[in-house]
């Protein structure tokens, strides 16, 4: 299973844009970037993923660089809201379980 | 509309009691998974299942055992409870192929006294 590396924490000022950075060198070519945040003790969310073009939906946007090696994933306008724990996940490939194997994610913090 | 739905919330035990934590889904999901979470910690997936009838381990699955009798469901059995399994106990959910993400239940709060 590929492994990521992210930050431990990051802050961000309410409204601006949050930039989560994820490194995943060893990604495969048939591997995914699933992102997910955990609020408190919720049951974590999906937020975005994407092989390798960007992605956008209505909470986020993903981009994957060009080697795959890593990816960003914006917040475009952050609220108090969107402070959480946030993953970064390499998926297997489904003839492997589609397994999603979390790291220790980035806490974000959104300040007033 | 329920997703995926876990009982109980919350359960206290006893060293070397047994209990099945219930996971349902109604998505007709072929893939689910357990996770469990120590505090302050990620999640580390236990066991996971590709459809009724295949199980498989995931990254720490001592002390535990699963089945997988229906789509549906997907219980999770402890059977010498030890302190050491303390921690909250979520299930999830997942359709066959990268356009789905998965679904993940509210989770189980497990303490072992």
């Known amino acids: 299973d590929a492994k990521t590396t992210q930050p431990t924490s990051m802050d961000c000022a309410e409204g601006r844009a949050a930039n989560l950075p994820c490194n995943h060198s060893?990604?495969?070519?048939?591997?995914?970037v699933y992102w997910y945040r955990q609020i408190h003790s919720q049951g974590p969310q999906y937020i975005i993923h994407g092989l390798k073009n960007n992605e956008t939906n209505e909470m986020a946007s993903l981009i994957i660089t060009e080697d795959r090696k890593s990816s960003t994933l914006i917040l475009p306008h952050a609220t108090l809201r969107d402070t959480a724990v946030y993953y970064c996940?390499?998926?297997?490939?489904?003839?492997?379980?589609?397994?999603?194997?979390f790291g220790q994610g980035t806490e974000l913090s959104v300040k007033p | 509309n329920a997703g995926v739905t876990q009982t109980p919330k919350f359960r206290i035990l006893k060293i070397g009691q047994s209990m099945t934590l219930q996971c349902t889904q109604d998505?007709?999901?072929?893939?689910m998974y357990w996770y469990r979470q120590d505090p302050g910690m990620g999640l580390k997936l236990i066991y996971y299942?590709?459809?009724?009838?295949?199980?498989d381990k995931g990254e720490v699955p001592n002390g535990y055992n699963v089945s997988r009798s229906t789509t549906e469901d997907f219980p999770l059995r402890l059977e010498l409870a030890a302190p050491s399994q303390t921690s909250v106990y979520f299930c999830a959910s997942s359709g066959q192929g990268q356009i789905y993400g998965y679904t993940f239940g509210s989770g189980t709060r497990l303490t072992v006294v």
């Open positions: 996940i390499v998926r297997a490939p489904y003839n492997q379980g589609g397994k999603l194997i």
């Open positions: 299942s590709v459809g009724a009838g295949i199980t």
């Open positions: 998505m007709n999901h072929n893939y």
């Open positions: 060893t990604i495969s070519g048939n591997e995914y």
